[in-house]
C-alpha cells in the first residue's frame, strides 16, 4: 500500500468560460502549460500524482507524467461534472492512504502547500489549503472516504463531503490556494505572479 496521499489533478473540464482560441490548460505559464505548471508543482511536492483528463489534453499531460498516471475520461462523461472526474481519479489509485484534489486550473498552487495538506490527513478525514482565513486548495481526503467519493457525481464535486466530516483547514502562506483560471484576466494575473516568482531573489 501507498504510505502517503496521491494529488488527483482534475483536467477535464470544457473550461467554456475561458474565451481564448485554445483550452484555458494549454496556455502559456511561465514556460509551460497551465496544466504542465499544476502538474510540475504536484510532481515537485514527491507525493504520487493522477491526472484525470480528456483525450485532447492526454498527450500533453504525458510529457509529464507517466502514461499509467493519466486517467482518460471520454468527453461525454467529462460532460457529467467535476463529481465524475473524481471518482475516476480516486478509482485510479484506490489503494492510496488518501488523496488530494487539485484542480487543474490551479497551476500556482505550491508543493509545500500540497505537503501541508497531506501531512494534516494523517490525523484529520477532510484537510484544505487555507489562506488568509480563506478556504482554497487543494482539498485532501482521508483512505476513509473512499465509498463516498466513489458515489460522487454532476458538477457539486466534494462540498458536501467537506461539509458532513470534520474537516480541518490547514493555514499556509501561498495565494495560490485561491487562484482559479476561468478567463483572460485570470491568466494575465498568473502570468504577472509567475513573473515576479521567476525574479532572482523571490521566495
Known amino acids: 500500500m501507498q504510505s502517503r496521499p496521491t494529488v488527483v489533478v482534475l483536467a477535464a473540464g470544457k473550461g467554456s468560460r475561458f474565451k481564448g482560441s485554445t483550452h484555458k490548460l494549454e496556455q502559456s505559464l511561465g514556460g509551460l502549460s497551465v496544466l504542465g505548471r499544476t502538474l510540475r508543482n ?25 502514461a499509467r498516471d493519466v486517467v482518460v475520461v471520454p468527453q461525454s462523461l467529462a460532460s457529467l461534472g467535476m463529481g465524475h472526474s473524481i471518482a475516476a481519479g480516486i478509482a485510479a489509485r484506490a489503494d492510496a492512504p488518501g488523496w488530494l484534489l487539485l484542480p487543474g486550473d490551479m ?36 483512505a476513509e472516504l473512499y465509498s463516498e467519493l466513489m458515489m460522487l457525481s454532476g458538477d457539486e ?47
Open 42 to 66: 504536484a510532481i515537485e511536492s514527491h507525493l504520487p500524482v493522477v491526472v484525470v483528463t480528456t483525450q485532447a489534453l492526454a498527450a500533453g499531460a504525458a510529457q509529464l507524467v507517466a
Open 157 to 203: 464535486g466534494a462540498r458536501r463531503i467537506v461539509a458532513r466530516y470534520p474537516a480541518i483547514g490547514v493555514d499556509v502562506d501561498d495565494p495560490g490556494t485561491l487562484l482559479d483560471l476561468d478567463t483572460e484576466a485570470d491568466l494575465a494575473a498568473m502570468r504577472a505572479l509567475a513573473a515576479d516568482e521567476a525574479r532572482p531573489g523571490a521566495s
Open 107 to 142: 497551476p500556482m498552487v505550491r508543493p509545500a502547500t500540497m505537503l501541508a495538506v497531506a501531512a494534516a490527513l494523517e490525523h484529520h478525514p477532510v484537510a484544505y489549503a487555507q489562506f488568509q482565513g480563506r478556504r482554497g486548495h487543494p482539498v485532501g481526503f482521508a
